[in-house]
């Protein structure tokens, strides 16, 4: 089946260690996207990315970090920098311009 | 820049009741339009899109959107309810020159019995 496949489903993180998201799409997509979503906020764009070898910042991409060596993965790295880290964060990827984009199940993050 | 409001957080009907979720959106041309829902712990589904064409689009799990341009809305619509609705809901707004959407706040939607 094709989709895309977050993991893992729950992290927890310690303070001041960096931790990464996997996202990985067997959609043949180009365009891979990172959201963060927390309670009555929606969604906010952290990194996207249009192509292999490219990507660009979103809202809010202080504190994190993103890779594109793949067409099919697009790894999340949430540093130390990034405050206030517990989140929802879910990864999409759409074909290419004007299209829906389409989302994993999420990982929820948590500092302990 | 784009924007979305959705001006209600929580909404609660009852089954079989009729629902209407209100999306305005800020844009300064004619947008892409998305409603998706979202089930506790789970990823974004897509309900319906608006492109073009026909004001009036028609989505999966019976639900339906009427994009009102005068208005600035995006209003989903549904006529009888069922329990298995209850979930958030989030209008999106995409630029047509690129396809990061923005996102509302979301409305979540609980179901009365």
């Known amino acids: 089946d094709g989709g895309i496949t977050q993991s893992p489903k729950y992290l927890f993180r310690k303070e001041g260690q960096n931790v990464t998201l996997s996202c990985e799409q067997n959609?043949?997509?180009?365009?891979m996207y990172w959201y963060r979503q927390d309670p009555g906020q929606g969604l906010r764009l952290i990194y996207y990315?249009?192509?292999?070898?490219?990507?660009q910042k979103g809202d809010i991409a202080e504190g994190y970090s993103v890779s594109r060596e793949k067409k099919e993965s697009f790894p999340l790295t949430v540093t130390s920098a990034q405050k206030n880290p517990t989140a929802f964060y879910l990864c999409?990827?759409?074909?290419?311009?004007?299209?829906?984009?389409?989302f994993g199940q999420g990982t929820r993050l948590t500092v302990v | 820049a784009q924007s979305v409001t959705q001006p209600d957080i929580h909404i609660t009907v009852s089954e079989g009741a009729s629902l209407e979720l209100r999306c305005n959106y800020s844009?300064?041309?004619?947008?892409?339009l998305f409603w998706y829902v979202q089930s506790p712990g789970q990823g974004l589904q897509l309900l319906l899109k608006?492109?073009?064409?026909?004001?009036l689009v028609q989505g999966i799990k019976g639900f339906e959107a009427e994009f009102k341009r005068s208005q600035s809305s995006f209003n989903l619509r549904k006529p009888s309810v069922h329990w298995s609705d209850a979930a958030e809901y989030f209008c999106?707004?995409?630029?047509?020159?690129?396809?990061?959407?923005?996102f509302g706040g979301g409305t979540r939607l609980m179901v009365k019995p």
């Open positions: 999106a707004v995409g630029a047509r020159a690129g396809n990061m959407l923005t």
């Open positions: 990315s249009q192509i292999v070898n490219d990507f």
């Open positions: 999409a990827s759409s074909t290419d311009w004007n299209t829906e984009a389409f």
């Open positions: 959609l043949n997509h180009d365009a």
């Open positions: 608006y492109f073009s064409g026909d004001t």
């Open positions: 844009y300064g041309a004619t947008p892409y």
